[in-house]
């Protein structure tokens, strides 16, 4: 299916690795031209794919990359707001300063691309497409990324808030990703034994792979999505199935009746 994004512009932060680099793979294979940023270039900048070093945090930084976006490629249609994570912390013992730079990496970063990203797009006759790549963690509890998934809960809520200031001439969306392989999944959930059991944790029986949160990033940029702005579209797999289904003795096809808990 032709996304309509031959001819399109686009920026994705942290978009070197991990599900940034589903995202920008799959950009590029629907014809879009692709500026990757962060702080440092990764091992493998992909053929085509042009890479820029920028702190996402400081506004005047990435005031300057989406300038240099705009003169050198004509256009900014599209910016994916793909840069973040966290440490895993259990709150009590996180310091303050971690706190403030989760937050500031997962929400207040997205918040300055996406206003240098509007600025250039309010100029263009067919205006853009801003997509926030936010996660399930913002909607259920994060034991050990407490910061993280308030962080997320608040891109999503600036999500819609940015879709209705900013309408018209540009759409923003959010893409609220579950659990994803990547490079990085052994750090998180040990060895393949332990990737696996994630796994089947999660109704379609495996994590997310990184080219899957791209196709939902390239739909929401998409002239396909004209009509979808102030969206979060949920990419997780079915979620995580109910606890008590697997603590339950009677069969899981009887249903609970009205009223029971």
Not at 16 to 31: E, Q, Y
Not at 101 to 106: A, S
Not at 158 to 183: H, I, Q
Not at 209 to 234: M, W
């Amino acid at each position: 299916m032709d996304l309509g994004l031959d001819e399109a512009v686009a920026l994705v932060t942290g978009g070197g690795r991990g599900v940034g680099l589903g995202i920008t793979s799959i950009l590029a294979a629907a014809g879009a031209s692709v500026v990757i940023c962060g702080r440092t270039p990764p091992e493998d900048v992909p053929r085509g794919i042009v890479f820029r070093a920028c702190d996402v945090r400081h506004a005047d930084d990435v005031a300057a990359l989406v300038e240099w976006i705009a003169a050198e490629f004509g256009s900014l249609d599209v910016a994916v707001n793909n840069a973040g994570g966290a440490p895993y912390s259990p709150a009590a013992d996180a310091s303050p300063r971690l706190h403030a730079k989760v937050v500031e990496l997962n929400l207040l970063a997205p918040l300055i691309v996406a206003q240098a990203a509007n600025a250039v797009m309010q100029r263009q006759a067919g205006g853009g497409s801003i997509v926030m790549v936010s996660s399930v963690s913002g909607h259920r509890p994060s034991p050990g990324t407490a910061a993280y998934g308030a962080a997320k809960a608040g891109l999503d809520s600036l999500t819609g808030t940015l879709a209705v200031e900013w309408a018209p001439k540009v759409r923003v969306n959010s893409v609220v990703a579950g659990m994803v392989r990547t490079e990085q999944s052994h750090l998180h959930y040990g060895d393949e034994a332990g990737i696996a059991a994630v796994g089947r944790t999660v109704p379609l029986g495996r994590m997310a792979r990184p080219d899957e949160i791209g196709n939902c990033v390239a739909f929401l940029a998409s002239p396909l999505a004209s009509y979808v702005s102030g969206s979060t579209l949920t990419a997780h797999g079915g979620g995580e199935a109910p606890a008590f289904l697997s603590a339950a003795s009677a069969p899981h096809s009887v249903q609970p009746t009205e009223g029971t808990s």
